[in-house]
């Protein structure tokens, strides 16, 4: 995989004694809060709130700002293409972005409120990517152009098509250009249920201090957030800034001491001699999992889920169902059109409905294999583990060495007390992707029934410091 270098060379701090000013007009800013997703369980609580604070702050700092909220994706491009419009050569651009954003082709796309995502190509249709915007900023001739995108969330989409990968991708930008995601690359964190944002509070009491750099503000926000959260949440910074940019400067007060480096608090890492080699770090710092104060775990609970009781009724009513209902009743044989509402059955808990669809899908297609390997995920699910097992080896002879195929093999081997196979399955899982919470967290159950309890441990804190609802979806599968 071809990276700029630059985007792990260690920041260039600037050792100027001043910083240049920048007129009023020559700074525009477009803020965008995302809230009202029509696929998510409930609206995000942060978004707008923090969109407001940041765009008034940067209002206050002599930013021409665009603010928009829950916009569908016409409205995003129009927002943008008006910022594009705005700029001229030298002009300082800001784009700020909260809301859910998706990593695909090694690119972090952000996701307007209207997006109908169910494979990875829905990404790169309904998304605005990072990257090609930062390219037109750079076109239209921005000196200075600043990215905080504030959308390193677990979003509603990921378990329709399973992607790979979480969280954002490192982004190729032009030179003179700072971008800064909430957390680090491929990692997600959790709304922390308040107004504000844990990155919104701590980038704007930076952000506020007069005469200090662009860099310099964001460093010690990265900072803030990873102190602030225990390290549980590290921000990703990458700036090739070529000149010195501060949102205030010259307003009398000075700048206040850079803060103490974080301290991390001693943690105990249990890593047997037995085990792999740990997983790579994130942001290059090890994930370090608690300390296990009880070796032994609790026993491994099988349930046989069923379709929850007021699927029915929520399904009735639900517009995406009704629209794939209508294609299927235009054409019975719409493979697509079955698939995708096999997926939201699945995703709804309609676990029977879905089966009969991805039935319907391979009898059309017998050999498409992500209708096999979702058709063994939802019967590993409601416990028909020996057609699963079956669903699973077809797909990987048809695709050795599919990841999402090893994963569910992986679930069913667990669910049916095969716990060397299940290891085997997530151990080859986790040798493609590494950071796959669910096979890790998979092999960690799996360890701990065979007897590794300490191996297990790690495996299962290491699943939950990447992924905090691993054990609430392991839950789901009927696995506790």
């Not at 972090?108 to 990257?131: C, H, K, N």
């Not at 889920?305 to 169902?321: F, G, M, N, R, Y």
Request: glycine share 6%; hydrophobic share 35%.
């Amino acid at each position: 995989m071809k990276t700029s270098l630059a985007l792990f060379l260690t920041l260039i701090v600037s050792v100027a004694s001043t910083v240049p000013s920048f007129a009023a007009g020559d700074r525009f800013a477009l803020v965008i809060g995302n809230s009202k997703y029509p696929d998510a369980d409930a609206p995000l609580k942060e978004p707008i709130n923090d969109a407001r604070d940041v765009a008034d702050e940067l209002k206050r700092d002599g930013f021409t700002v665009e603010i928009g909220e829950n916009l569908i994706g016409d409205n995003m491009r129009r927002a943008f293409d008006r910022l594009y419009n705005k700029l001229r050569p030298g002009s300082v651009a800001m784009i700020f972005f909260s809301g859910f954003g998706i990593q695909s082709n090694r690119q972090s796309y952000m996701i307007p409120v209207d997006a109908q995502i169910w494979t990875e190509s829905d990404v790169r249709r309904d998304g605005l990517s990072l990257e090609t915007v930062l390219g037109e900023i750079n076109n239209r001739g921005a000196g200075v152009k600043i990215a905080l995108v504030d959308a390193s969330r677990r979003n509603p989409y990921e378990r329709r098509f399973r992607p790979g990968s979480s969280g954002l991708a490192p982004v190729i930008a032009p030179n003179g250009t700072l971008v800064m995601y909430s957390a680090a690359l491929s990692s997600v964190v959790s709304d922390n249920g308040g107004d504000h944002s844990l990155f919104v509070q701590e980038l704007l009491k930076e952000i506020r201090v007069p005469d200090l750099s662009a860099e310099e503000a964001l460093n010690r926000t990265r900072l803030g957030v990873t102190r602030a959260s225990n390290r549980e949440q590290q921000p990703y910074m990458s700036s090739s800034l070529a000149e010195d940019f501060a949102f205030i400067g010259n307003a009398g007060s000075g700048s206040r001491p850079a803060p103490p480096p974080v301290v991390p608090p001693p943690v105990a890492l249990q890593t047997p001699p037995s085990s792999p080699p740990p997983l790579p770090p994130v942001n290059d710092q090890p994930l370090q999992p608690p300390k296990i104060e009880t070796p032994t775990p609790p026993p491994l609970i099988v349930d046989k889920p069923v379709d929850k009781p007021s699927t029915q009724l929520a399904l009735a009513d639900d517009p995406t169902i009704k629209s794939l209902t209508d294609k299927l009743n235009a054409n019975p044989d719409d493979a697509s059109a079955l698939y995708r509402r096999g997926q939201v059955y699945a995703s709804k808990g309609a676990y029977s409905l879905a089966i009969k669809d991805f039935d319907d899908t391979l009898r059309i297609n017998p050999k498409d294999v992500e209708a096999l390997n979702n058709r063994c995920w939802a019967r590993a699910v409601v416990g028909d583990l020996q057609s699963a097992l079956k669903d699973c080896n077809e797909a990987l002879r048809l695709r050795p060495n599919f990841v999402d195929a090893l994963d569910s093999r992986g679930l069913v081997n667990l669910k049916s007390g095969l716990t060397k196979n299940a290891i085997t399955d997530f151990d080859a899982a986790l040798r493609i992707n590494p950071r796959l919470s669910s096979s890790l967290y998979g092999r960690g159950l799996a360890r701990q029934r065979s007897g590794s309890i300490s191996e297990g441990n790690v495996d299962i804190a290491n699943a939950k410091a990447m992924d905090p609802n691993i054990v609430q979806e392991f839950d789901s599968y009927g696995v506790r």
